[in-house]
């Protein structure tokens, strides 16, 4: 066991295999306005975000309502058409692909949405929910692979025949799960996959996650605004503001020592379950996030930063790297300690 | 410290299609004043329902029995009358849902004013001094703004202070948060938690906080109700209950808390919230819990002081009817 894990390390270490690539990627939404649908302005929900995901890895993508990392994560799988940018997966160009080719690839590709009972057809049984992508692509023994899948997310053949509305919160995800793995898929988005549920459930559902990722070897993008949960199962972490990524790294890199000031307000607001911690959180939040249509000019972070100056209302500050893997977006990075 | 609101032995039943749902199960707690009590429990659990029974805001289907002592009376043998001078002047609530707690087609302006109006007796001029001097000290800079503009044009953030400066504006007793903060992102989540621990310690009223997040619990409350099924399973000081939870439950829950400052292994419990309209007998927690004994099947477990301050619900403390 220990000589695999070495092996695994090795393998991984070497930097062999990213299996997600995104290269400034841009989507933009137009916002229309009256009879004619006459365009007014663009809103530039991810502008020029990039970054990679290795083999095997959970990389979480963190940040407040609006920050467009749902949107990054559904243009990754070209959900929605990007506006700009590229997206490589095991070095095919997921933005060149056709439709066909697209369809192809999709198998391979696959998400989990936050709300588990919007997500999952009401008119269908599980069975045939879970059943459906492998009608789709022409699987052979369907019923053999869904009980199988039912047995892998912690159900059983009972649960087969039921409808969604007669199984609980926790219990639909884990068939929306089910119904993601039905084709062996290399890579999966997680949209929030666990903030519609009970602290509880929550956790079955994330050690389900853990368990299926090692079991199945699958790549995560996991999409959350709970930094509790993305500490939990993220290897690494991006921290989206306003449409851009403000700062990558390791889980250990961001958590312990951020160094974009959005990420540390954003750390020090977080309520920690431990009454003692209360006096040692000393940061201070100013202001809300802008409005996405009207996004400050220079560094899109400085209408609520407590170190801005000039520089930082001209310019956008570039993405700089601090130590090996972290990276952070800030004019002063160096300075602010 | 004086005792404000006291709930002796509350029964909360709903009449539904599907049969008797028994909300409420003997619950008891009581709050004091200028105290931060929070009730915290997972969803189901009857904290929003002990919340609306106390304004007596629950439907027509609820059959209630037991006490609801505020300041002395027991609310629920008020008068309908009675009851309307006391809601929103003697005791406020507010709501999760800022969106949809503000109406949106009028202004903030005649929202906020026909509510003080109401309530302190002022004029129109008078009442619009209050309110702006309410806005400024839930922290909104530009009051005149902020009464001029409807609801659709200020942010989550800022609607939820309007509602807090709303269910401030007769200086009540007791504040009824009723999950205030979770449909705001996490910063926008600590500066209303800091607004309402502010205004606490200036006008010294008040709050039941009503949360499903330990997080919440541990930031702002003095002390901790924790409920599971209709039940209120333990009580104590906020640190003891972090520091020393009794109840499986309690210990339960905190081991499932993703914590952002270390990666713990998260121990979920087994099973899932049972349904209340046929919850297991005795303990209501007994079917999920890893010590569960012959007893905890047959007797319910009352509500008894282990130690001073802190109660606990659960045979495994003994507590009257226990071996």
Same mark, same amino acid.
């Given at each position: ?37 006459? *365009?007014? #302005? ?26 467009? *990392? ?21 070095? #095919? ?88 793995? %039905? ?75 951020? %160094? ?9 607001? #977080? ?10 959180? *000393? ?24 170190? %801005? ?29 | ?15 539904? @299609? ?17 105290? /931060? ?36 009376? +027991? ?15 003697? /005791? ?10 503000? +109406? ?43 009464? +001029? ?26 504040? /009824? ?18 607004? /309402? ?11 039941? @906080? ?33 520091? +020393? ?18 990666? $713990?292994?998260?121990?979920?419990? $087994? ?25 905890? $099947? ?26």
């Amino acid at each position: 066991m220990n000589i695999l894990q070495g092996i695994l390390w090795l393998v991984t270490s070497m930097g062999v295999g990213t299996v997600i690539r995104v290269e400034h990627l841009k989507k933009y939404f137009p916002i229309t306005h009256g009879f004619i649908r006459k *365009k007014i #302005i663009w809103l530039k929900a991810v502008d020029d975000v990039s970054f990679e995901i290795k083999d095997g890895e959970t990389f979480g993508l963190v940040g407040e309502s609006g920050s467009g *990392k749902s949107t990054t994560g559904r243009t990754i799988l070209r959900l929605y058409e990007p506006t700009g940018g590229k997206v490589y997966f095991n070095d #095919i160009e997921v933005t060149a692909l056709s439709k066909q080719e697209l369809k192809e690839l999709r198998p391979k590709m696959q998400i989990i949405y936050q709300d588990p009972y919007s997500s999952l057809n009401p008119r269908l049984t599980i069975f045939d929910i879970i059943a459906e992508p492998l009608r789709e692509y022409g699987h052979e023994n369907v019923e053999d692979t869904v009980l199988e899948l039912l047995e892998a997310v912690g159900l059983s053949e009972e649960h087969a025949k039921k409808y969604p509305d007669e199984i609980s919160g926790g219990q639909c995800q884990r068939v929306a799960i089910a119904r993601a793995l %039905a084709l062996n898929p290399e890579f999966l988005v997680l949209d929030e996959p666990t903030s519609a549920l009970d602290v509880s459930v929550q956790a079955q559902v994330l050690n389900l996650l853990g368990r299926l990722q090692k079991e199945r070897n699958l790549t995560y993008l996991f999409i959350s605004h709970d930094l509790g949960v993305v500490r939990y199962l993220a290897d690494r972490v991006g921290v989206m503001y306003l449409g851009k990524l403000v700062e990558i790294g390791t889980i250990e890199q961001v958590f312990d020592n951020p %160094a974009h000031p959005y990420t540390r307000m954003l750390l020090s607001s #977080i309520p920690v379950p431990d009454p003692k911690a209360r006096a040692i959180r *000393k940061e201070k939040v100013i202001g809300e996030i802008p409005s996405p249509l009207h996004p400050p000019s220079g560094c899109r972070f400085h209408t609520r930063c407590p170190y %801005a100056r000039e520089i930082c209302r001209k310019e956008e500050p570039a993405m700089i790297e601090l130590e090996k893997g972290h990276f952070v977006r800030c004019h002063f990075v160096g300075e602010l300690q | 410290m004086k005792k404000l609101l006291e709930i002796h032995d509350l029964y909360i039943n709903f009449k539904t @299609l599907w049969g008797v749902a028994k909300v409420l199960n003997g619950v008891s707690f009581d709050i004091k004043e200028g105290e /931060i009590f929070g009730l915290v429990g997972e969803t189901g659990c009857g904290k929003s329902v002990t919340a609306l029974s106390i304004l007596r805001l629950l439907p027509p289907n609820a059959e209630i029995s037991g006490k609801i002592l505020f300041k002395g009376k +027991n609310l629920l043998e008020k008068s309908e009358e009675d009851m309307r001078k006391i809601r929103g002047k003697e /005791i406020s609530i507010i709501f999760q849902d800022p969106m949809t707690s503000l +109406n949106p087609l009028f202004k903030v302006r005649d929202q906020m004013l026909d509510i003080i109006e109401l309530h302190e007796g002022l004029s129109r001029e008078e009442a619009e001094k209050h309110a702006e001097k309410l806005l400024k000290a839930v922290g909104l800079s530009d009051p005149e703004r902020i009464l +001029n503009s409807y609801p659709h044009e200020l942010s989550g953030g800022m609607r939820q202070r309007i509602m807090i400066a709303m269910a401030l504006s007769s200086n009540p007793f007791l504040l /009824i948060a009723d999950e205030p903060t979770t449909a705001l992102d996490v910063t926008i989540q600590k500066q209303i938690l800091e607004l /309402i621990l502010d205004l606490r310690n200036r006008y010294n009223f008040s709050v039941l @906080l009503i949360t499903h997040d330990l997080g919440v619990v541990a930031e702002v409350c003095d002390r901790v109700g924790v409920m599971y099924a209709g039940n209120i399973v333990e009580i104590a000081p906020t640190e003891e209950l972090f520091e +020393n939870p009794l109840h499986p439950y309690t210990q339960g829950l905190l081991s499932v808390v993703p914590d952002p400052r270390t990666k $713990k292994p998260l121990k979920p419990l $087994k099973g899932s919230v049972p349904s209340l309209l046929n919850p297991p007998s005795g303990c209501r927690f007994h079917p999920r819990c890893i010590y569960a004994k012959d007893i905890c $099947k047959r007797a319910k477990p009352e509500l008894h002081e282990h130690s001073p301050g802190h109660f606990v619900a659960c045979h495994l403390y003994g507590g009257g009817n226990c071996d």
